[in-house]
T-cell receptor, first 114, second 114 residues
Framework: AQKVTQAQTEISVVEKEDVTLDCVYE???????LFWYKQPPSGELVFLIR??????QNEISGRYSWNFQKSTSSFNFTITASQVVDSAVYFC???????????FGKGTRLSVIA | EAQVTQNPRYLITVTGKKLTVTCSQN?????MSWYRQDPGLGLRQIYY???????DKGDVPEGYKVSRKEKRNFPLILESPSPNQTSLYFC?????????????FGNGTRLTVT
């Protein structure tokens, strides 16, 4: 069975602080894909990143960075110098290869206060 | 423009009155899925479809039906809605191919059953 755990239900930070959102996953497959999605207050779901299990390189995109560690089954997401517009619910998701559908974590609600 | 279109965006109905939420994608995607989002529970999959005429239950299929007669459409049917089906529903699609491409989500349907 596949499972994604986002232990942080809600996080509140002051603008310009750095914040890390945790994601821990479980799967028996050796080939799998990890995703992060953002859901701003407007409600739509926005794709942020996909990472496959063979690529453990960290990725940086502007103020966003992702740390993938297979040894701890984690795929954490860091926002540097947070801004109010980063306020959203963030979902981590997992998909194994083959016919396994995508499984989402329960999400972390991030509030960035000005 | 590549998109997943859900209709309606908002729907208020009464217990027992059959309803259908439509979902259509214009990207020729093989994979389509329905999720419901509830506070504290994240996104839970209702049904998914790997291709035309192929549908499978997700985590919370009770009380729902789907069909996939054409590649582009994947309607969600509630034969006899109940108040516990009040939720925010998302349809999504992706291109299966060799890897799982990111899901494209519709804008959501907020359903209230009284």
């Amino acid at each position: 069975a596949q499972k994604v755990t986002q232990a942080q239900t809600e996080i509140s930070v002051v603008e310009k602080e750095d914040v890390t959102l945790d994601c821990v996953y479980e799967t028996r497959d050796t080939t799998y894909y990890l995703f992060w999605y953002k859901q701003p207050p407007s409600g739509e779901l926005v794709f942020l990143i996909r990472r496959n299990s063979f690529d453990e390189q960290n990725e940086i995109s502007g103020r966003y960075s992702w740390n993938f560690q297979k040894s701890t089954s984690s795929f954490n997401f860091t926002i540097t110098a947070s801004q109010v517009v980063d306020s959203a619910v963030y979902f981590c998701a997992l998909s194994a290869s083959g016919n396994t559908p995508l499984v989402f974590g329960k999400g972390t609600r991030l509030s960035v206060i000005a | 423009e590549a998109q997943v279109t859900q209709n309606p965006r908002y729907l208020i109905t009464v217990t027992g009155k059959k309803l259908t939420v439509t979902c259509s994608q214009n990207m020729n995607h093989e994979y389509m899925s329905w999720y419901r989002q509830d506070p504290g529970l994240g996104l839970r999959q209702i049904y998914y479809s790997m291709n035309v005429e192929v549908t499978d239950k997700g985590d919370v299929p009770e009380g729902y039906k789907v069909s996939r007669k054409e590649k582009r459409n994947f309607p969600l049917i509630l034969e006899s809605p109940s108040p516990n089906q009040t939720s925010l529903y998302f349809c999504a699609s992706s291109d299966r191919g060799r890897t799982w491409t990111p899901l494209h989500f519709g804008n959501g349907t907020r359903l209230t059953v009284t």
